[in-house]
Structure formats: structure tokens, C-alpha cells
């Protein structure tokens, strides 16, 4: 069942209007399913906006529908880009076909598209790193937004050992890489690239510290290799200088990115909510490696 959008409002909303009488929790469902689609790309993201002139098509026979879903979820869609909630433990992309998170993403909308759409790499997190993470849906989308990558404002969570000695302030240095492929702070030279990282307390947690990290310019660990240089490794990060006393899992997510839209130029700001345990830590035991 299509029908046309005649007012701004969200994805959500606008099926509780058209079916008032179900309950929220099978609405939530519905759009879990991958079913709702769009102006021809399946939404899942309950506060998806849409405008007036957009085509809302409602599949509600499942065993008719293609089902299509991802291991992680779609923040942000439309026909230009595709904006996913990206997991720690999977590299953003790999130039030798393993599994990434382009790769998924990709045949996710090839899926969908029957092979006419595939996801273009805009900017990267490690592999270690969760959060917010953005894919253009076309070459010309992917060139726009890299062009227009300064005026992005990217923020992480960065739960770090200890306290910096001021509660707020900005790193910059000359970052190399060795040939252990290792990133750290040297002179400047020809090889080395000027990096910006601003930090903010949040708040105390135990013998830790909660930062707010805001970055002007994005290379590779910079913000794992700043905050190690004043003496504040990210907990987990034992390549940056952290203790190897707990789990290894690299407390850095993140958590917001506004940029301007590669077609109509229109901020838009996508957030990912902190993810489960992110404050907690375990102790690792004898048989962990």
C-alpha cells in the first residue's frame, strides 16, 4: 500500500495516524521488519522525517515482502545517503573482500536497489571505535560530502585513565606512523600530518574520566594517540599505553556527526546513544588473551 506524504512529520507518527487503532508496539514491529519503505529505500529508524511529496509504501504481508536487514542499526537514510550505528570489531572497510562494514551496507542496498546502489566510503572509524558512520549512496554524493568534509562537527566518547590535569583543552601535533604500523606524535616532516584534538570533562567515573572529544581533523588513532600523550590512554587501548588489567575493549564511540547534505546542503545531525556497559569494567581473568 503506497501513499503520498502531505505534511512533515515523523516515519513513526505518520503510521500511528494510518493505523490508529494498533498498538505502538506493533507499529515498533512493523518497522523493525524492514517492511516500510521510503520513497523506495526501507526505513527502520522511527524518527525518520519525512516531507511533504514523499511515497510511503506499507507491505503488510511479510511472506510476500523481501525482507532485507542489517546487523546493526540504520540511523539516518534517504536516497542519498545511508547513516548506520556502527559496532566495535569490524573494520569500516578492507581492500581484500573480508568482511566490513561498507561490505554489509553495500549488499544490504544492492539488495534492495536489485544491484543499481552500493555504499560509498565518506570517512572512517577504526575498527575498534562504535558509533556514527556515514556512507553516500553515489560517487557524486561521496565527492560533496568530502568536499564539504571541514564544516562536518564530529564528537566521541572517550572514557580515559585517570584525569587530564586540565579539565578542558586542545592537543595538536605532527602525527607518523612506524613500521609497526603505529601511530604516535613526532616532528613535523614530509610524512607526518597536523592533527587537532579538542577535549571536554563530562564527568568523574571511579579512578576514570568521561571526556567529550571533539576533533578538526580526522587521522588515523589521532584521538587514541592525543589522549595517550597526556598521560590518559583510553581504557582498553593497550596499543595506546592503557592497563591490561581489564577486558580489552577500547571505550571510544562516536556519538555524534553533523554535516551538511551533499544535495540540498541542509545540516543534519545524527547521534548513536551510548552503547550498554560502555562505563562498566571487568576485570580480565587468567584465560583471557
Known amino acids: 500500500m503506497k501513499i503520498s506524504v502531505n505534511k512533515s512529520i515523523t516515519l513513526f507518527e505518520f503510521l500511528t495516524e494510518q493505523y490508529h487503532d494498533s498498538p505502538r ?30 511515497t510511503v509504501d506499507i507491505n503488510l504481508h511479510p511472506g510476500i515482502a523481501v525482507k532485507v536487514s542489517l546487523p546493526f542499526p540504520i540511523l539516518y537514510e534517504d536516497q542519498d545517503i545511508i547513516v548506520v550505528d556502527k559496532p566495535a570489531g569490524t573494520s569500516t572497510s578492507s581492500v581484500d573482500g573480508s568482511k566490513s562494514i561498507q561490505k554489509i551496507v553495500s549488499q544490504h542496498l544492492k539488495t534492495l536497489s536489485k544491484g543499481t546502489v552500493r555504499a560509498f566510503v565518506v570517512h572512517r572509524l577504526d575498527k575498534e571505535v562504535s558509533g556514527v558512520l556515514l556512507f553516500a549512496k553515489s560517487e557524486i554524493s561521496m565527492n560533496t560530502l568530502k568536499e564539504r568534509w571541514k564544516e562536518t562537527d564530529k564528537h566521541y566518547y572517550a572514557l580515559v585513565e585517570g584525569s587530564p590535569a586540565e579539565a ?60 595517550s600523550d597526556i598521560g590518559c590512554p583510553i581504557v582498553g587501548d593497550r596499543k595506546y ?16 556527526l553533523s554535516f551538511p547534505h551533499p544535495v540540498s546542503g541542509e545540516v543534519i545531525t545524527i547521534k548513536s546513544p551510548m552503547p550498554n556497559g560502555f562505563l562498566s569494567l571487568k576485570a580480565r581473568d587468567e584465560h583471557y588473551k
Open 25 to 54: 508496539t506493533r507499529i515498533k514491529k512493523l518497522l523493525k521488519s524492514g517492511t516500510v519503505r521510503v520513497n523506495d529505500n526501507s526505513v527502520t529508524l522511527h524518527s525518520f522525517l519525512l516531507k511533504p511529496g514523499d
Open 168 to 227: 578542558e583543552g586542545t592537543v595538536k601535533s605532527w602525527l607518523i606512523e612506524d613500521k609497526s604500523l603505529k601511530m604516535h606524535s613526532a616532528k613535523e616532516s614530509p610524512d607526518a600530518k597536523f592533527a587537532i584534538t579538542h577535549y571536554k570533562t563530562i564527568k568523574k567515573v571511579n579512578e576514570n574520566t568521561l571526556l567529550d572529544i571533539k576533533i578538526e581533523t580526522g587521522r588515523k588513532n589521532q584521538i587514541r594517540v592525543h589522549l
Open 241 to 256: 599505553g592503557a592497563s591490561a588489567e581489564y577486558l580489552r575493549r577500547v571505550r571510544l564511540h562516536a556519538y555524534s
